[in-house]
C-alpha cells in the first residue's frame, strides 16, 4: 500500500517537474521572439530616425535618390497593399464561406484545401514569375500597379481564406440552427448572422495579409516597381514606386553618400505604415469582438 502510494508521489512530482520544465521553456522561447523583435525594431530607429522628417515624407526623390523624399514609394506601397486587399478579400472570404457551408463533395473540398495550403507555401518570387507571365505578358497589363495588385492579391489568398473559414467555424452552430428555424435563408443566415459574428477572425487575416503584401519585393520588382519615376500613378496601368524594392534598390545599386540612411530611413516608414494599418485593423477587430453577445 505505501509502495503503491510513495510510486504516485514520484510520478507527481516526475510530472510536475517535466511541466516546469516545459513552462520554463515556452517562456525562454517568448522571450527570444520578444527581444529578436526589440531589438529590430531599436536598430531600425536608431538607424533611419535621423533622415525621417516632414520634407522626407511629403517630398519626390532627386539627385540620385540622395535627396528629396519617399512620398511616391509610399503612395505606391498604400495603393498595392489596398488594391491586393480589394482582390483578396471577396474572393477569399466568398472560398471560405463555400467551403464551410455550401460544398457537399468533401473529397473535392479536401482537394481544394490542399491546394490553398500549397499555395501558401510558393516561393514569393514564383508569385512574381507567373505575374509576369500572366498579367505583364499574356494579359497585357505591363509592369504597372494592377498587375502588381493582382500578384499581391494571389499571394495572401491563403492567409485570408485560412483565417475567414476558422472564424466561419468559430460562429456556434446553434446560431445558424435558430436562423434557419426562423425561415431565413442560407445566404440570409450567412450574411446577416454568421459573417457578422466572425468579423473579428476574418481582420486577424487582414492584419498578417497586409504586413505581408506591404513587405514584398520579389512578386512587384517583375509586375509593378520602378526604381524611378517623375510622375505620381494616374491609372492603373501607371508604373509605381515602392517602399520595399527603394529599400532593396538603394542598399544594391546604391553608392552615393547618404543612399544607406535614407535606406534606414524608409526601412522606418515603411515599419510605421504597416504598424499603423495594423492598428486600424487590430481596433475594428477589438469594437467587433466587444459587440459579440457569445
Known sequence: MFDKMAGALKSRESRLINQEIGFTLLKLCILIVVLSLGVLVVFIIVKGAGVVNLQFLTQSPRDGMVHGGIFPAILGTFLLSAGSLLFALPTGVLTAVWLTEYATNKQFVRIVRVGINSLAGVPSIVFGLFGLAFFVKFMGFGVSLISGCFVLGILILPTIIGASEEALLTVPKAFKEASLALGATRWETMSKVILPNSISGILTGIILSVGRASGETAPILMTAATFYTARLPNSPFSKVMALPYHIYALMTEGSAPGELEIA???????????????????????????????
Do not use: D, E, H, Q
Open 264 to 294: 534606414y530611413g524608409t526601412a522606418l516608414v515603411l515599419l510605421m505604415l504597416v504598424l499603423a494599418i495594423n492598428s486600424v485593423a487590430i481596433f475594428i477587430r477589438i469594437k467587433a469582438r466587444r459587440a459579440r453577445k457569445w
